[in-house]
């Protein structure tokens, strides 16, 4: 990979590198734009096939983690932290190696805020906040911010709400049809959200137990997870996989909108754009999925759960406004809500 080339295309920024071959250590914390604050985002500690995979990754999820940061109004810029995994890890080695991630972290002086991310757990979090204090989510039992999930969903059903606004001027979801893909952390709040609204529910999920808690819990109807695409329904709500709107899918889908919290559910941005074709209202992903940022950057400005409850509430507007955009730019919701930040970030 021609490094300079990437960061320039995707509008660079900082990186930065750590090995240290005596304990298989090589972290990589790419800083995408501090604009509006110092960057904030997760530590992914996984396996990659080789060391350009693992920038690759952690290039482009700091620039996500930027324009989530940003399109919700945090004073944050984007960052994403990889530490590639070794293989045949011992535990010893594990706290070796966040040990000195955490006093990598700290070098950087506060522009780099990091927390919890795939293949990290809450005690490598501990082991960083030993060397660091920026770390966020390292510690529920004293006073941090918890499992983002139940905060993720609240701001999927204000989103949602928000589309129901837009499309039928609606202010309630009473008897809408929601079919939600995967229930799962996110999904099963999510389901419990819109319950409580009135909204039907449809769900599936590989897990058939947590299929089984929406149908005693919610009175949802279930149904295999191939066919929740072709599902009759208001909304379709992906909280399980990435890339869900894809060439297979589309011709599928029998709903007004797709609102949910997945990351990343277009394929390719064109899939955007035949949604949008088939007036089919689309929230873009990471607007919509905020709600468990704001939930953890709130502890860098000292925890309060009516503030959060507010800001995550605040997707309603955020979403509205995208919408309203969309319409009368005639322009794809993903692209609008790509502008936006585009405009905050380089005008
Ligand atoms: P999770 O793993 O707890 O839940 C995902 C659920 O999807 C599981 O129950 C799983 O069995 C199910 N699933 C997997 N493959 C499936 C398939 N093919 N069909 C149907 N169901 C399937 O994850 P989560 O934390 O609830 O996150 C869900 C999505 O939301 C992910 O894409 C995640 O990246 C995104 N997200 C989560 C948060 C959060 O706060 N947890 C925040 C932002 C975005």
Redesign the pocket.
């Known amino acids: 990979m021609d490094i300079f080339k990437f960061s320039d295309e995707l509008r660079y920024g900082e990186l930065h590198l750590k090995s240290n071959p005596d304990i298989g250590l090589h972290a990589i914390v790419a800083i995408h734009n501090l604009k509006f604050g110092p960057a904030i985002g997760g530590t992914r500690f996984i396996e990659y096939d080789s060391t350009d995979d693992a920038l690759f990754d952690a290039m482009r999820l700091a620039r996500g983690m930027t324009y989530k940061a940003a399109i919700s109004g945090l004073p944050h810029g984007g960052g994403k932290a990889v530490v590639i995994r070794p293989k045949g890890l011992t535990e010893e080695q594990r706290e070796q190696i966040f040990s000195e991630f955490g006093a990598f972290v700290g070098s950087l002086n506060g522009n780099y805020i990091t927390c919890e991310d795939s293949g990290t757990r809450v005690s490598d979090m501990n082991v960083v906040k030993s060397q660091t204090d920026h770390v966020l989510g390292y510690d529920p039992d004293s006073g941090s911010s918890g ?3 139940p ?2 969903a609240l701001g999927v059903r204000r989103g949602i709400e928000a589309a129901a606004k837009f499309r039928w001027d609606r202010d309630d979801l009473q008897d809408l049809k929601v079919a939600i ?8 709040y999510l389901a419990k959200e819109l319950h409580n609204l009135g909204a039907s529910l449809i769900v ?4 058939d137990a ?1 299929i089984q808690r929406c149908v005693t819990e919610f009175g949802a109807e279930s149904v295999a ?1 191939d066919a ?1 695409y072709g599902v009759e329904c208001d909304i379709f709500a ?5 890339a869900v709107i894809n060439d297979k899918t589309l011709p599928q889908l029998k709903c007004d909108i797709v609102a ?4 990343n559910q277009l394929l390719e941005t064109r899939h955007g754009a035949i949604l949008h074709e088939r007036n089919i209202l689309y929230a873009p ?1 990471y607007a919509i ?5 704001i939930n953890v950057a709130q502890e860098f400005a000292g925890y309060d759960a009516d503030i959060v409850q507010e800001k995550v509430g605040a997707i309603f507007d955020t979403m509205l406004n995208i919408f309203e955009r969309s319409a009368s730019e005639n322009t794809q919701t993903d692209i609008v809500a790509d502008r936006i930040v585009d405009e905050m970030l380089y005008n």
């Open positions: 499992d983002p999930s905060l993720t893909q995967g229930v799962g952390h996110v999904g099963y599936t999920d590989i897990n947590a997870p929740i992906p909280c399980a996989l990435g949910g919290a997945s990351n992903d999925n905020a709600g468990g940022l």
